[in-house]
């Protein structure tokens, strides 16, 4: 079945069609992981967007019961090289065609993705869809320019109402903006009381669960459509320690009175180089985001930049000069992605203990 990846600015892609039938609309966006597609195409971070992998080879371990981030993928389209038909590996369940399949995705493959990439960081990203080959591909070019993409990516993705997971250690509230099943996970790992709230919970509400620290999960699009966020964690960061992944590191940045701005391509992968400025130490990390905290902006603030990405020179952490509150761009839950940031989680613990004890 061949299929058309059109895009914007009037240019198009063939190749051949997998996964569900039907029309994916969104921003096309890249990502460099040569493993992990089944993280990326489940991570809520990817809301309405169409992921093309830069890696030429995807699917060939197919899908399992243990490596989602979500319960629903809400990604618009995958585009890749190669699919894998056959999956081989002891956990697959599914292969990536009939797990797109299932959740009524549309992929396309074939295309030669390195120049679609090249001109994804030369102009930018660009919105586009995959569809079917159609006599008249000049309308079609015209319902994608008049599509205007939702600007309500959280509100989509976000838990509808508070849930628990039980621990014997720190209580932990959770804002969920689009979080990833292995921000739980770390937290778990080191037996916090977790609480997970929607986007829109207030600081008061969050405030009644008493909690010893609140995590700010990652999530989907521009973070100034999030007011709420912003307006909660200005409430609260003198309160209680708090921590961001993420969209919860451009919210607690533009509470400060940062400022953020949308980067050409974004970061998308596991491969992003980032320097602690206070010990020089490099780590590898993983990283899906947009928009990022202008650095100029940080100067009039309370906010230290802590961590920095190398190969653009963008902030990848902050640290607040006066209240328990700190935040990184990246993913030190690393899923997928390398482990050398994970020892974060437990700089988050240290912070709840020490705040517990300099306020008992």
């Given at each position: ?329 990246f993913h030190p839950d ?24 300099n306020n008992a």
């Amino acid at each position: 079945m061949k299929r058309l990846l059109i895009l914007e600015d009037g240019t198009y892609f063939e190749g051949k069609g997998f996964g569900a039938k039907g029309i994916g609309t969104g921003e096309v966006v890249f990502t460099t992981g040569m493993s992990g597609y089944q993280e990326v195409l489940t991570d809520p971070s990817f809301k309405g967007q169409i992921i093309m992998f830069t890696y030429p080879l995807i699917g060939n371990y197919g899908i399992n019961r243990d490596d989602f981030e979500s319960m629903l993928p809400s990604c618009n389209g995958v585009i890749v090289k190669d699919v894998a038909r056959l999956a081989s590996n002891w956990r697959s369940q599914m292969t990536l065609d009939e797990f797109l399949k299932s959740k009524g995705i549309p992929g396309i493959s074939g295309i030669d993705t390195r120049a679609l990439t090249k001109k994804i960081r030369d102009a930018g990203t660009l919105k586009g869809s995959i569809i079917d080959i159609v006599p008249d591909i000049d309308h079609e070019y015209d319902q994608l320019r008049a599509t205007v993409l939702p600007r309500n990516q959280v509100q989509q993705v976000s838990t509808t109402k508070p849930y628990t997971i039980p621990g014997d250690g720190k209580k932990v509230v959770v804002v969920d903006f689009g979080m990833k099943h292995s921000i739980l996970r770390e937290l778990i790992n080191r037996r916090c009381n977790i609480t997970v709230v929607p986007y829109n919970y207030s600081a008061d509400d969050i405030l009644t669960l008493a909690p010893d620290g609140i995590m700010l999960s990652n999530g989907p699009g521009d973070p100034k459509d999030v007011p709420e966020g912003i307006e909660t964690i200005t409430k609260l960061q003198s309160k209680v320690p708090i921590f961001g992944i993420c969209l919860g590191h451009q919210l607690l940045s533009l509470a400060n009175g940062a400022d953020t701005y949308k980067l050409k391509f974004g970061h998308r992968g596991s491969n992003h180089p980032v320097k602690e400025i206070a010990t020089g130490q490099i780590c590898f990390t993983s990283q899906n985001h947009g928009y990022a905290v202008s650095e100029e902006s940080t100067t009039m603030t309370d906010l230290m930049v802590t961590h920095i990405e190398i190969n653009d020179n963008t902030i990848e952490g902050v640290k607040h000069k006066k209240y328990p509150a700190f935040s990184v761009q990246f993913h030190p839950d690393a899923a997928p992605g390398p482990h050398d940031a994970v020892g974060i989680f437990d700089e988050f613990i240290e912070l709840m203990e020490n705040w517990g004890k300099n306020n008992a």
